[in-house]
RNA sequence: GGACGGUUAGCUCAGGGGAAGAGCGUCUCGUUUACACCGAGAAGGUCGCAGGUUCAAAUCCUGCACCGUCCACCA
């Protein structure tokens, strides 16, 4: 007996076990079917999934199920990320509420901790995205931390390193002084700030004054030079003569570098080598000096005089300023609006520091990457993302992969203590600690602390969770079909794995990348917990059911616009599954319903007008259906289907069949229709509304049909 | 400073050279073999602005405006 409405809540769960054991979520390689795979964008084991995750499992989940009952070897294959630098910095917040930090544990200790931490959310998640309806392999599950895809990362590191494309650098990296570790430049945001613009004198060895505009006065006590431009007439006669640093007195040699701009303040530049990215090229070019005066906790060094060293940088400017005013050194000093590059998690301003870190040569890895797509081996969907994608491997910088922080794959590098002082590159790697120290073979050599940047690894989840080189699964399933991803970790992640999967296994790590949007609330304002206005998509599905959410995270945008979501739209999203609910119950209630139905029926039978109006709509809407599909139209079917559904076939068809049923001429064809109409609409609507289509499903009383709707055929057009 | 999206009914958005569409909201009517989480019907739009191409433009082209996003070393 059927209920008057669809309870989502008890279905659901109820359903997803049936899937489960029915065994049809695990792909086995089978010569016999096409492949299909995708390989789910791993959620971080850190905290409950968010709006974002029901988004990517909408959109995966249909295509997924789409193409299992296109009848191919369909993979979804889950896993989840240690996510380095997200977790510790989530579970420090947690420690904090404490009252503790990092500091209050050792290193081994800590780690334990957060694996410990990851571990439970991993769960958590796991058992979210079974709510949420994910039809994947859970079989194939994957953990980044786990031990045979570290051992993957490091065969990926030394391979690098063997080719090359590792070094050891002293550059200028971002540096958080709050986290304290270095991040990639990604991981720098750049906020507006209001700021001054300081105009100081610095006298000339003979006499005069030389004016540099700079916005932090206190990196002047690195300068090792003064830069014009060539072509500025106003300091030709200045050129190589000498100029002399307040305070410190160092000597500044005035030279000439087209990188300056003449509009700009005085059109003479103070080059600060050791904090400032452009100055440090200013200054390997004229071979100048690099001399750090800010330390890694944002102090001011020993370097920077005496009366200076152990003050925070704004305590020495302000202490600065006053000496130079005294000394009658400041010009003027103006607002100016700057742009600040903070720490995209804690938004404390990133100090630009030299540094020893580990870096990737990319150009080299982007040039292949590049050519992949030129090719067309990938293709983007939306197209225009191509073009970002293309922007940003063309300007692409080297990669700092390494990270001073506790949580992470600690990398596989090791320094030979014999000859740490004595050589320039006294590091090997090795995926083991040796027993004899390979370079100095005496030593017992010391394995670094950093670890790796999360984005290392992850960038290569296509062929490590596939078992590369000699699985079968790898073999069959790999280049996986799609890439289906946020817009926003396109250059994090998605760029990142065409270009280690390809240098890799010389093959693009899958030949489509679909890019959604980020989900916003109904004035268009991005979610986020500061703001409170998050949708908790789990207390959602609580409310209106798994099927309502991912309708209605799909149904009005064209995929890489970002999906805006209310309650509103999800309740009549959930007003749509009650009406599939309903109409099936009138159906399926009917006495001496047909006990078996195939598309041949309707050659034989005599239609009404009504009949074939039906029949027609069915085929245009299995034809559009899948046309939509596959060109990842996803909010063109779902419109389509909720449309056919409802006001052709039930505000029209079953309208009329409510009177040809009365005719015992017309009944059993009516019924006939009825049934196959409904059928096929369940099939349409599956890979969209798996839940509560597979229940109305299980209820059919037919004998040719499958254990499952999950695995039925996708329909295709009949002649009538 | 560059690039990429968007601008269509009161609201949220589809559509994309040949008679302006949906959902929600509003109004009127309706207890009928499922569904009021329903049905029948109605009102409501010079498709951001200005040019151009075309027999025909919301749709293609050019420019502009506004909103949003990304990228960039102006100290």
Not at 311 to 334: A, H, P, S, V, Y
Not at 343 to 371: G, H, T
Request: proline share 5%; with cysteine; glycine share 4%.
């Amino acid at each position: 007996m059927m209920e008057k409405n669809f309870k989502a809540k008890k279905v659901e769960k109820r359903i997803y076990k049936l899937w489960e054991k029915s065994g049809y979520l695990k792909a086995k390689p089978n010569d016999k079917k096409e492949p299909f795979s995708i390989i789910m964008p791993p959620p971080n084991a850190n905290g409950p999934l968010h709006i974002g995750h029901a988004v990517f499992v909408s959109l995966q989940d249909i295509l997924i199920r789409y193409q299992r009952m296109l009848g191919k070897e369909v993979l979804w294959l889950p896993g989840f990320d240690h996510a380095g630098f997200e977790t510790q910095v989530v579970f420090e917040k947690e420690l904090a509420k404490e009252g503790k930090t990092r500091f209050d544990f050792d290193k081994e200790t800590f780690r334990k901790m957060l694996l410990k931490f990851c571990q439970k959310h991993k769960k958590i998640a796991k058992k979210q995205l079974k709510v949420l309806g994910a039809s994947c392999d859970w079989s194939k599950e994957k953990f980044t931390l786990q031990k045979s895809l570290v051992e993957k990362v490091y065969d990926t590191f030394i391979t690098l390193f063997k080719d090359g494309l590792i070094y050891r650098g002293e550059r200028i990296v971002n540096w958080c002084t709050f986290h304290g570790t270095s991040l990639s430049d990604l991981e720098v945001v750049y906020e507006n700030r209001k700021g001054k613009l300081y105009y100081i004198k610095y006298p000339l060895k003979d006499s005069g004054f030389i004016e540099v505009a700079t916005t932090r006065p206190e990196t002047m006590l690195g300068d090792t030079a003064i830069a014009v431009n060539p072509e500025d007439e106003r300091y030709k006669n200045l050129i190589n003569k000498i100029a002399i640093l307040p305070i410190l007195n160092r000597e500044l040699r005035i030279i000439q570098d087209k990188r300056v701009d003449k509009e700009f303040g005085t059109g003479a530049v103070k080059i600060t080598p050791a904090h400032d990215p452009l100055d440090f090229e200013v200054a390997l070019d004229h071979n100048l000096e690099k001399i750090k005066v800010i330390g890694e906790d944002g102090k001011m060094l020993e370097t920077a005089g005496k009366e200076f060293a152990g003050l925070t940088t704004l305590e020495c400017r302000e202490k600065l300023l006053e000496i130079l005013e005294k000394e009658n050194l400041i010009d003027k000093i103006e607002d100016y609006n700057l742009k600040i590059g903070v720490c995209y998690k804690c938004k404390n301003p990133i100090e630009p520091i030299l540094s020893k870190q580990w870096f990737i040569k990319m150009k080299p890895l982007a040039k292949e990457a590049i050519k992949v797509v030129k090719k067309k081996e990938i293709i983007f969907f939306p197209s225009y993302f191509k073009k970002i994608y293309f922007h940003w491997l063309n300007n692409i910088k080297d990669w700092n992969i390494s990270r001073q922080i506790v949580w992470g794959i600690e990398m596989p590098i090791y320094e030979c203590q014999n000859l740490k002082d004595k050589i320039e590159f006294p590091y090997f790697v090795s995926k083991k600690k040796p027993k004899n120290c390979p370079l100095c073979k005496k030593c017992n050599p010391k394995k670094i602390e950093d670890v790796f940047d999360t984005w290392f690894s992850s960038s290569q989840w296509p062929y490590i969770t596939l078992g590369y080189p000699n699985s079968k699964d790898f073999k069959y399933f790999y280049p996986t079909s799609v890439m289906e991803t946020g817009k926003d970790i396109l250059f994090f992640w998605v760029a990142r794995m065409i270009m280690m999967g390809f240098y890799i296994t010389k093959k693009p790590p899958f030949k489509k990348v679909i890019l959604h949007g980020m989900v916003r609330d109904k004035d268009k304002q991005k979610m986020s917990k500061s703001k409170g206005n998050v949708i908790d998509p789990l207390a959602v599905i609580k409310d209106f059911g798994a099927d309502s959410l991912r309708f209605a995270l799909i149904f009005s945008q064209d995929l890489g616009q970002d999906p805006v979501l209310s309650e509103e739209k999800i309740k009549s999203q959930r007003n749509f599954i009650n009406k599939i609910w309903n109409a099936s119950r009138f159906i399926l209630t009917k006495e001496k319903l047909p006990q078996k139905i195939s598309e041949n029926d309707f050659k034989k039978i005599k239609l009404t007008k009504a009949d074939k109006m039906i029949l027609k709509e069915l085929n245009r809407a299995i034809k559009f259906t899948t046309k939509y599909l596959d060109n990842f139209k996803f909010h063109l079917a779902a419109q389509y289907l909720r449309k056919s559904f409802w006001h052709i076939f039930c505000d029209l068809y079953i309208e009329k069949a409510k009177i040809q049923l009365k005719n015992k001429k017309l009944e059993n064809n009516t019924k006939k229709i009825l049934l196959f109409s409904l059928i096929t609409y369940l099939k349409l609507l599956h890979p969209f509304l798996p839940f509560i289509t597979e229940e109305i499903y299980q209820k059919l009383a037919i004998k040719n049909k499958k254990d499952f709707l999950m695995v039925e055929n996708w329909p295709e057009p009949i002649s009538f």
